[in-house]
């Protein structure tokens, strides 16, 4: 199995970090092949722009779809975004880990799908859902909140969790054929003591040596 894990979080110590370390080491452990995304360390720009491709389809309006599709046909992305193309095709699990903010992914994560899920290489042309590009390939949220579990619950504060990360399951990751897992969260890290954050790490770890046995859940109505 490939994986590749796309990670955001501008600060090594925190426990997103540690969980992005943990997917590397206990997959590789396990003997499969791994490659990451730290868009912090890599500086990856969020906005797509016309830098992002060696050709251009029309220099005197931008319009990023048409561009997608262009480059797609003459082989014109920049080499930055070519890299995580070819990364995210090759892949049979992918990861992402990241902070809930603002009840979705951060910025630069959202941006990292603007620019690489590309019009006409990864969707486009009736290749959409089950007829998606990445059919057979399975991705999973790994993720922190700021508040704790009851707050996401059903009649919770906030809701239902899996209702808040619909639009990321069924409007990205299967939109372009990946199927499901169940989302890898963890609340509330901020309250918690070392103890507690060193279970949630060896829990996520002995999951992960299991994660190619595992299901895809339902996307339901929410």
């Not at 949220?141 to 009649?155: D, E, F, M, V």
Request: some cysteine; proline content about 5%; aromatic content about 10%.
């Amino acid at each position: 199995m490939r994986a590749l894990v796309v990670y955001w979080r501008p600060e090594p110590q925190s426990l997103n970090a540690a969980l992005f370390r943990i997917a590397g080491e206990t997959l590789s452990s396990a003997g499969q092949e791994v490659v990451t995304s730290d868009l912090w360390a890599m500086g990856f720009e969020a906005a797509s722009t016309s830098a992002d491709f060696t050709s251009v389809r029309d220099s005197g309006f931008f319009k990023p779809q048409a561009e997608e599709m262009h480059a797609s046909k003459e082989g014109g992305f920049a080499p930055e975004v070519d890299a995580e193309l070819r990364k995210l095709e090759a892949c049979d699990l992918m990861i992402w880990q990241f902070p809930l903010w603002w009840f979705g992914v951060p910025a630069v994560l959202k941006g990292w799908v603007d620019r690489v899920f590309a019009m006409g290489r990864i969707y486009g042309g009736g290749r959409l859902y089950e007829k998606g590009v990445l059919r057979g390939k399975r991705a999973m949220l790994s993720l922190t909140t700021g508040g704790p579990q009851a707050a996401y619950a059903r009649g919770g504060v906030h809701g239902d969790l899996l209702g808040i990360l619909r639009p990321i399951h069924r409007g990205i990751l299967q939109f372009v054929g990946f199927d499901v897992l169940a989302p890898h969260v963890i609340y509330g890290p901020a309250r918690m003591t070392a103890e507690e954050r060193q279970a949630r790490l060896a829990g996520y770890a002995e999951r992960l040596k299991a994660i190619d046995r595992e299901a895809p859940i339902e996307v339901g109505e929410y």
